[in-house]
């Protein structure tokens, strides 16, 4: 079925197309959820608070074709609530080797990389792993942050400038 004939269901109440609208993405929502909360359990719990939200307030979305990125703004929205809430700190240990795998061939690498993006503020933190762990495109983030555009591309190189010296690279822009 197809996405806006869905979004219109659920916000008339149907439960099951709103399911059926969230399993669709489900890989995508769990990969967001993960990079915020480093943790599986952490990541759905977080969904799970999404998806009582999204069904609590789903009338309220005005554009059908946004679903998506208003889902995945609650979705980043309740794992920054839930972060500070519990002002949690993430212990190495608790970074599933999986997740390593999916993006280093070398566990060591990711290890050696998120030291140094953990000495990166946290709004440039953010764009970087939306951007190259998730491969989002700037108007996603863009969309997803609620930030401007130009607000993304400017965290990013930032980032990615002090990332670069960090590693004892050259950076070119």
């Known amino acids: 079925m197809e996405t806006l004939d869905l979004v219109k269901k659920a916000k008339n109440g149907d439960k099951e ?3 059926g609208l969230i399993m669709d993405k489900k890989a995508d929502f769990y990969k967001l959820a993960f990079v915020y909360m480093k943790n599986e359990e952490d990541a759905m719990d977080a969904l799970q608070d999404m998806i009582v939200i999204l069904y609590e307030n789903i009338s309220s979305l005005k554009k059908n074709e946004s679903f998506y990125s208003w889902s995945k703004t609650i979705l980043v ?13 993430i212990f190495i240990e608790e970074i599933k080797e999986e997740v390593a795998e999916d993006y280093f061939e ?3 690498d990711k290890f050696v990389l998120d030291k140094y993006l953990s000495t990166l503020s946290l709004k440039h933190q ?5 951007r190259y762990y998730l491969d989002y495109d700037y108007e996603t983030i863009s969309k997803v942050l609620k ?7 400017s965290r990013l190189n930032a980032g990615m400038k002090i990332l670069k010296e960090a590693l004892g690279g050259e950076y070119i822009e």
Request: with cysteine; hydrophobic share 40%.
């Open 126 to 130: 953010e764009v970087i792993k939306l």
């Open 106 to 108: 070398n566990p060591v």
């Open 77 to 89: 929205n309740t794992c920054k609530t839930k972060l500070k809430k519990n002002k949690k700190i």
């Open 147 to 153: 930030i401007p555009l130009g607000t993304v591309k």
């Open 17 to 19: 197309a709103l399911l």
